[in-house]
């Protein structure tokens, strides 16, 4: 009888950044801004790749798929986010909720799964430099891209569809700016347990064993390289290296002080804050990261200017 006399819920509220309302404006054209920088720069790096030659390398088309990540799980959240700001409406449908998590989940472990194949392509390079040709060929890389993108999307998968069972009543606001999973099962009045093991065993698989990967690769790595007679030669191998190495500690560094400590432990505003450094700060400064640390991106950009500049108009 209690179950009829229920409201089943059939849109959230996401709040979003209520508190700074004051701000909104401020907030709105910084966010678009951002957007629009990180459309751009990781845009500009994925054409980038296919169209300079001295480019078309295992480790390179690793780069310009992860790019096209960071543009999907940006595009995901951020206009959703500009909506809630310049409308002050936060109203999402139920099943556009699980979307927006099940695209944003598959993006995450994409991402850690892109990382660690080019982890990996490191090590070949650095650690096995002689078989390096023979093992990471076109082949194996498309193999590994392909892989990347499949068993990112798969996981999430069951999750999504179990929360799409969860039944929702009369709470129905989210002090979030998107639908996360641990705000989003706080609101369900029917069994989350299944929800949270399959979350947790899948999350595991795919976060924790690449990072493991990520560090095994790393520490053979810097072994090899501490190996190197000639400080020349060390510097030199170890900027082949450097930029991965940057984006993956800016990338689990966030990705473990925002889900590896519990959540209970901070205030709702800096879990937003700690949020936004991964969903935004994190894809807008990978193309930066990579432009700055890679001289081969530099000298490839450096060619597409001069060919525009020859260019009859």
């Known amino acids: 009888m209690n179950d009829l006399n229920q ?49 078309h390398t295992p480790m ?83 193999n590994l891209i392909i892989f990347s993108w499949i068993v990112g999307f798969t996981p999430t998968f069951p999750v999504a569809t179990c929360l799409s069972k969860l039944r929702f009543c009369h709470l129905n606001a989210i002090d979030h700016f998107f639908c996360d999973l641990a705000p989003f099962l706080d609101l369900a009045c029917s069994d989350v347990s299944t929800v949270k093991l399959l979350a947790f065993s899948f999350s595991f698989l795919v976060t924790f064993f690449p990072f493991l990967f990520i560090v095994v ?30 984006v993956v500690s800016l990338y689990y560094g966030t990705l473990f002080i925002l889900y590896g400590v519990p959540s209970k432990k901070r205030s709702l505003n800096v879990n937003k804050i700690l949020s936004l450094l991964y969903t935004v700060v994190t894809p807008v400064l990978n193309p930066v990261i990579y432009s ?17 500049r020859r260019t009859p108009k």
């Open 217 to 246: 690769s790393y520490t053979s790595i810097i072994r090899s390289i501490l190996g190197i007679k000639s400080e020349n030669g060390r510097q030199k191998a170890f900027s082949t290296c450097s930029s991965h190495l940057a």
């Open 60 to 142: 390179y088309f690793f780069l310009s798929n992860l790019s096209l990540s960071d543009v999907l799980i940006t595009s995901d959240l951020v206009p959703n986010m500009l909506r809630i700001l310049w409308t002050t409406r936060g109203n999402i449908a139920v099943s556009s909720c699980i979307l927006q998590f099940y695209v944003f989940g598959s993006l995450t472990a994409l991402q850690c799964l892109l990382l660690t194949a080019m982890s990996y392509d490191r090590y070949l390079a650095i650690c096995q430099p002689l078989r390096y040709p023979s093992i990471m060929t076109s082949e194996l890389c498309r």
């Open 7 to 55: 409201t089943v819920v059939a849109e959230f509220v996401l709040i979003g950044f209520q508190s700074l309302h004051k701000l909104r404006i401020v907030l709105f054209t910084s966010l678009l801004l951002i957007y629009i920088v990180i459309f751009n720069g990781n845009v500009f790096i994925f054409s980038l790749v296919p169209a300079v030659s001295h480019l």
């Open 292 to 308: 700055l640390k890679n001289q081969e991106i530099g000298r490839a950009v450096a060619k597409v200017l001069r060919r525009r």
